[in-house]
Structure formats: structure tokens, C-alpha cells
């Protein structure tokens, strides 16, 4: 039990200086009232200190440096070098070099007036682009005929390749094959070419390319 009274009859603590019940008076500072513990109470829980941790800032981002993590670029790809095998060029030089022997000139149609060389053994003729003598006709197969040139024979050979609308030399349809001769008329589809060759009996061309 409190044993001391402030100067209105209130029983405080004698340890204070200043009565808590006692309304502040406005000329007096403003002091904070301090409660003792009690021996017999219980003891006042201290707050753990909480040390400040500085933690480093981020680096700024610049225009040259992605926010985003760096990834390293994959490994260089291997590649494969082709070499030449050590007798490929002699081969090369030694097959034979498929030199003009004739020419087939369109004499209506898209190919009017057009020239189409003829090589040396076979020359495809057909619709296909990829044909010798490219034949722009709806009725013409896409690989509708060969022309044959022999050497050894100075033989001009046209052989029909089982072609829907068949192959004819001078209106006659071929079966399935015939020998051309010079200003022969050949017609696939719609379209007729004048045969001319260069190469005949006496005029070829010989090994080294010299023409004879």
C-alpha cells in the first residue's frame, strides 16, 4: 500500500515525484513519468536489439547491360569440310565434255523462233523445266521424248518416252523410235521444232574437241 500523498490527498508511490492523477499544470515542463518496478513483480521483457544489416545496392542498368542474367553463348558448331577425292579432277577431266551437235528451232507458239542446242547423247524433251528442250504445251508429258545423239554412229536417234499424246517427225507418229534427218519437222502437242544438226558423217567433233 502506497504510504505517501501528493498535495491533493492522492496515495502515490513515494518514489515519484509527481502525482499521475493529478491534473498537468500548463506552467509546468513536460516530464515523463517514470513507474519503478515493484520488488515482487515480475521483471520487465527486454526487446531484442536488432542490429541494422547494410545490404549493397543492385548496379544500376545501363542501355548496354540486360537486366536479365547473362547466358553464355553455345560452343562454336563443328562443320564438315568436303575434299575433293585425290583422283577426282582427272576424273573430271577426262569424261567427255557434251559439246553442241545440232540445235531444234521452234516454228510456232511460245517457241517461235527460238533455238534450242542439242548435246551430245541424250537431250530430254519435254514439259518439265528441267528438261534439255522445254516444251510449253498442255499435251506434251512432262518427260515426253529423247533425242539421241550416237558419235560413233554420227546417228541422230528421236525415241518417244511412252508419252500420253505421242511423238511424230513430219505429221507421222513415231514407233517408238526413228532416225532424224536435216530439216526433219518434229511436233509434241501442239508445237513443231526444225531439226539442224551440226555433226553428220563428215563433220563431227574428234577427242580433243577440235571440229572436223
Not at 130 to 143: G, I
Not at 165 to 188: A, C, H, M, Q
Request: glycine letters at 6%; proline letters at 11%; one cysteine or more.
Amino acid at each position: 500500500m502506497a504510504d505517501k500523498r501528493c498535495e491533493n490527498g492522492h496515495f502515490i508511490d513515494e518514489s515519484w515525484d509527481l502525482c499521475p492523477y493529478c491534473p498537468a499544470d500548463n506552467s509546468e515542463p513536460d516530464i515523463p513519468v517514470v513507474r519503478p518496478a515493484r520488488l515482487n513483480g515480475p521483471e520487465p521483457v527486454s526487446q531484442p536489439q536488432v542490429r541494422p544489416v547494410t545490404v549493397a545496392p543492385p548496379p544500376p542498368i545501363t542501355a548496354h547491360q540486360p537486366s536479365s542474367p547473362r547466358i553464355a553463348p553455345p560452343p562454336p558448331m563443328e562443320r564438315t569440310i568436303a575434299v575433293r577425292a585425290a583422283g577426282a579432277d582427272v576424273a573430271a577431266s577426262t569424261q567427255t565434255k557434251r559439246y553442241v551437235v545440232g540445235w531444234l528451232v521452234g516454228l510456232n507458239g511460245a517457241a517461235r523462233g527460238e533455238s534450242y542446242p542439242l548435246r551430245m547423247g541424250r537431250n530430254v524433251l519435254g514439259r518439265d523445266r528441267r528438261s534439255d528442250v522445254v516444251v510449253p504445251d498442255d499435251q506434251a508429258s512432262s518427260h515426253h521424248a529423247d533425242l539421241v545423239f550416237r558419235p560413233e554412229e554420227r546417228r541422230f536417234i528421236l525415241m518417244d518416252h511412252n508419252s500420253t499424246n505421242g511423238t511424230y517427225v513430219n505429221e507421222v507418229e513415231i514407233e517408238p523410235r526413228r532416225d532424224l534427218s536435216t530439216k526433219d519437222v518434229i511436233r509434241i502437242g501442239s508445237h513443231r521444232f526444225l531439226f539442224m544438226p551440226l555433226c553428220h558423217d563428215g563433220f563431227f567433233w574428234d577427242d580433243e574437241g577440235a571440229l572436223k
